[in-house]
T-cell receptor, first 112, second 113 residues
């Protein structure tokens, strides 16, 4: 079945540092890929998405590129802020189309 | 403002009691979903509904029940048969044909003692 593996956290960075959170997936066919963000005590918000190979999703300074050859969708940001502290989830939507398959989440803490 | 409302934010129950979690959306979305979130586990799908009066089991439906009598509402009942009910429960919705892009509510944290 479909699965998503993302790097285990927690990840702790200083403000303005470069962020990478790795995500790889296993799926049949050509899934859509997503990054969701969950701020403390809240639900999930869609951060960015990519629907086909080589697409780059971007939002709020974050970006991720759909790499079919390496089955990856790594999240990057050039300069993180304290307000980026949250849990980040990588997810995919496969052929069944009714559900999202999530990774376990990566907690990011950014210190001033 | 359109969105998804879950209430209450925190819920406490004694073991052996059934409890119903509310989820309401005014986005005019056809599909609605319930997820359970445990620390370090990601999200797991409990039930989903693509249309009024119809719903399907997700990956971990045992011990839960749902109804979908109105398009706007998708309540989840955690029954006494659920062995580990303490968790954070998230409701989501999506438009028809876009089940891959779901919008989430703020969640309800259920504690059963």
């Amino acid at each position: 079945g479909d699965s998503v593996t993302q790097m285990e956290g927690p990840v702790t960075l200083s403000e303005e540092a470069f962020l990478t959170i790795n995500c790889t997936y296993t799926a049949t066919g050509y899934p859509s890929l997503f990054w969701y963000v969950q701020y403390p005590g809240e639900g999930l918000q869609l951060l960015l998405k990519a629907t086909k190979a080589d697409d780059k999703g971007s939002n709020k300074g974050f970006e991720a590129t759909y790499r079919k050859e390496t089955t990856s969708f790594h999240l990057e940001k050039g300069s993180v802020q304290v307000s980026d502290s949250a849990v980040y989830f990588c997810a995919l939507s496969g052929g069944s189309n009714y559900k999202l398959t999530f990774g376990k989440g990566t907690l990011l803490t950014v210190n001033p | 403002d359109g969105g998804i409302t879950q209430s209450p934010k925190y819920l406490f129950r004694k073991e052996g009691q059934n409890v119903t979690l509310s989820c309401e959306q005014n986005l005019n979305h056809d599909a609605m979903y319930w997820y359970r979130q445990d620390p370090g586990q990601g999200l797991r799908l409990i039930y989903y509904s693509q249309i009024v009066n119809d719903f399907q089991k997700g990956d971990i439906a045992e011990g839960y029940s749902v109804s979908r009598e109105k398009k706007e509402s998708f309540p989840l009942t955690v029954t006494s048969a659920q062995k580990n009910p303490t968790a954070f429960y998230l409701c989501a919705s999506s438009i028809e044909g876009r089940q891959d892009e779901q919008y989430f509510g703020p969640g309800t944290r259920l504690t059963v003692t």
